[in-house]
């Protein structure tokens, strides 16, 4: 006993003081347990001891140094085993070796001292665990394997790990199987982020959740970042926060990616998208359609309107239409236009689409529209085109057709229900005798057609003065079976009148107008074929295709239906048509035949002619065989009056040489001037003779002493005539009438027919016409000799708006005012000429 306990005793003394040698022993060993360990992580590793054979003392030499990385451990302990009981109870650990530097060394030791103690069994066993705390590094390895101790008090003494064998009580050498701590970074780990929707301008907010089991050791920094996604997204790095001002440039889907990330880099990372939305705008089209005449400009206004107003201003364009030509729209203003032109393609009815955009990105799902689009009916009607005749070299004292002509190629043509003209003739040339459907209407089967004139006609207010026809027709009446073929044609005659052409000599080479002429609105109104919309004026136009122009003239007009008939309660008047005046061109008679040769042999005034026109007073006019022909050469003395024995008389003084024939001559122009009923003429040309009518009875005074007057009062007028038998001419004053003149013939001391230019007797400022007016007006004024006139406008507050001056012939004068660029109300002009001013009132109404 007393030996065992010497050699624990001396074992003691080794493990505490010396080192002894050991004997390796393949059964003899003791292992340090390998394992991973987080960063500032506190872990344990197992000792175990394992011995062949029962131990009655262990020693265990252990260095623990970093092999890579700069692992290594903040803090180091040795526990014994809770389970390690039993044996070798007298134990020791000593960490003298332990500076927490690499490398450190640690010794533990388990003896059988103590009475009552065993000594281990054979077999392995865990005896103690390490505690540390691995440092901060993000990888390395710290190794844990045998080593020696040089004791302090006596370096010749080394001691290593060694067994004592129970039975023997001999050293047994013993092997150590290092352990190896590998430092393991924890990957962090992130939270999934929900998909996001937004509208364009609001903020996203959001936030990164990360983890690290690495957290709890204190050690470890999380940070936050954006891998991927707008450039203006945002990621607080400290804590996560996601943060997004949108704008207008970012409708559509995004894709954003985050990641956290540790201290020693590792990285995890989440993707979600983000749906910046964008509110599309909407488009109003008018919903009635459009109606235009071909030749027009058709255009109106869409309007968008925009919920979230953007992301940029709104912009308009055509997105398809099926018309000729080109629709377009203003970007902007969304107005459209199309212009149309008098071509058939053009007629018909037409869908213009347009879409207004807000200019956002388009993607689906997010945001699948940044625009709206409506279409447009444009129904383009065709004009009709009603026609007189004009006739040419109609020869006077006959009857002449006029036909009212549909003039039209338009496919397809307006469909007409009915129309109501008016017309105005020359009752002193032409002399109206019937009006008779035209052939299209008898094609089509019309079946209502009339025509009413003088006192049974219906102008205006009352009856139609002398000269103004009105002629109906109804394509169809409710009396009946019988409906109309037709209600229009490409063209065709309407309406056919019949004219006496007068044989009044004055009225050859003239040309006799007949004329369109408007009373009321319904006047040249034309219906449509189902009697809901009346068509009226559009141009007017004269025989040579000028137009008349067409100002805003009161009724009775020629210039067709006045503005005022743009009124409508049910139905809007469409203005579609277009008249074209027509008339009588009334040959000249020389270019029939020469005066004076009544029997046509082409040789004028001999005595055959003078045989056969006593004989057309004898037997009549059966003695001519070319009766237009022969009239027109019977004025022989010019006097506009055929078959007169007066020319009989002319012609024989022809022949026998008393006088010579009269040359085709034009008229002369002769100033008269009516002051207060003296008659007067320019001194430049000598009168032969006056002939005038003077309403009432009246008394005339002869004023030319050298000429002749007689007078006579036929009931209601007096016709007065001033002539000279001896051939006297006159100029100047010629006659007092104290009376109305109504009409007034002169002829030159030659025989040359005369043309009066009547001249103001004094100074004169008429109304202005018309008025009101917009924009333009008319202002006469009248002077009664050459001379400088100022005329100007002046606004009710005195400013002068306007000025016209200049130096003018005696006579009357016009000027035409535009206040296209004045506003609307009361303005007044003025006339200075001479020792003459006068002011008047005028209304410009816009």
Known sequence: MMQKRTIYSLLLTSLLLVCAFSLASAQNTVTFQSKNAARCDANVLNVTVTNAGDISAFEV??????????????????????????????????????????????????????????????????????????????????????????????????????????????????????????????????DPIADATLHWGDVYVGSITGDDLDLPNGCEVLSYSKVSGPANLTVNSATGAIVWPTQGVDVCTHTVEVAVTDKCGAQATTSFEICVQNTPPVLTCPTETTNIIWGAEATGVVSGTDPDGGPAGLLYSVVNFDGPGSASVDPVTGVWTWPTLEENNYIGTFTLCLAVTDGANVCSPCSPANADTCCVTINVIPTINVAIEKTHGTLQGTYEEVS????????????????????????????????????????????????????????????????????????????????????????????????????????????????FIWYDCGDNGISSKTGDTLFLSRNVYNYDDTVNVATDSPFPTLFGAPDVCDTYDKAFPLRLVDFQNGGIDIICADS???????????????????????????????????????????????????????????????????????????????????????????????????????????????????????????????????????????????????????????????????????????????????????????????????????????????????KFSGMAEAGMHEVVWDASNNASGIYLYRLEADQFTATKKMVLLK
């Open 61 to 190: 030499v252990a260095e623990i140094s970093s092999t890579g990385g700069g692992a290594f451990f903040d803090a180091v302990n040795v526990v014994w085993d809770p389970a390690f009981v039993g044996a070798l109870t007298h134990r020791i650990v000593d960490l003298s070796g332990v500076d927490n530097v690499s490398p450190d060394t640690i010794r533990i030791a388990g003896m059988l001292i103590d009475a009552g103690d065993a000594c281990l069994g054979a077999g392995a066993t865990v005896v103690a665990q390490v505690e540390f705390t691995t440092n901060d590094v993000c990888d390395g390895t710290i190794d844990l394997h045998g080593a020696t101790f040089t004791c302090p008090a006596n370096p010749a003494v080394v001691a290593s790990t060694q067994f004592v064998d129970c039975a023997t009580t001999d050293l047994v050498a013993a092997t150590v199987t290092p352990g190896v701590v590998t430092i393991v970074n924890r990957v962090p780990t992130i």
């Open 404 to 515: 009212i002509y549909l003039d039209s190629t338009i496919n397809p043509p307006n469909e007409m229900g009915g129309f109501d003209f008016l017309i105005q003739y020359d009752a002193s040339a032409l002399q109206f005798q019937a009006a008779s459907p035209g052939q299209l209407l008898l094609d089509c089967g019309w079946e209502y057609f009339t025509y009413r004139y003088g006192a049974n006609g219906n102008c205006g207010a009352g009856a139609c003065p002398s000269g103004v026809l009105r002629v109906v027709a109804i394509a169809e009446t409710n009396n009946g079976a019988n409906h109309p073929l037709c209600f229009s044609g490409a063209s065709g005659e309407l309406v056919k009148l019949s004219f006496l052409v007068s044989n009044d000599r004055t009225f050859e080479c003239m040309y006799v107008p007949i004329r």
């Open 592 to 802: 029939i035949d020469g005066r004076g040769d009544l029997n046509l042999n082409g040789i004028l005034n001999e005595v055959a002619d003078v045989v056969l026109y006593s004989n057309y007073f004898v037997y009549g006019i059966s003695v001519f065989n070319n009766i237009p022909a022969q009239t027109a050469a019977s004025d022989v003395n010019a006097d506009g009056i055929p078959l007169s024995v007066g020319d009989l008389v002319y012609l024989t003084r022809i022949v026998v040489g008393d006088a010579l024939p009269y040359p085709k001559v034009s008229p002369v122009d002769v100033n008269l001037t009516n002051t207060n009923g003296t008659l007067a003429v320019g001194d430049d040309v000598k009168m032969g003779a006056a002939f005038l009518v003077v309403s009432g009875n009246v008394a005339p005074t002869l004023l030319a002493s050298n000429m002749d007057l007689k007078y006579a009062f036929d009931g209601v007028n007096t016709r007065i005539l001033v002539y000279s038998m001896e051939a006297e001419s006159f100029t100047g004053q010629f006659v007092n009438v104290p009376g109305e003149v109504i009409s007034l013939e002169m002829a030159t001391y030659e025989g040359y027919p005369v043309s009066l230019a009547k001249l103001p007797t004094s100074y004169s400022l008429s109304q202005n016409y018309p008025n009101p007016f917009n924009p333009t007006t008319t202002i006469s004024f009248g002077l009664p000799v050459s001379g400088q006139y100022l005329l100007t406008v002046y606004n009710v507050n005195g400013q002068e708006v306007a």
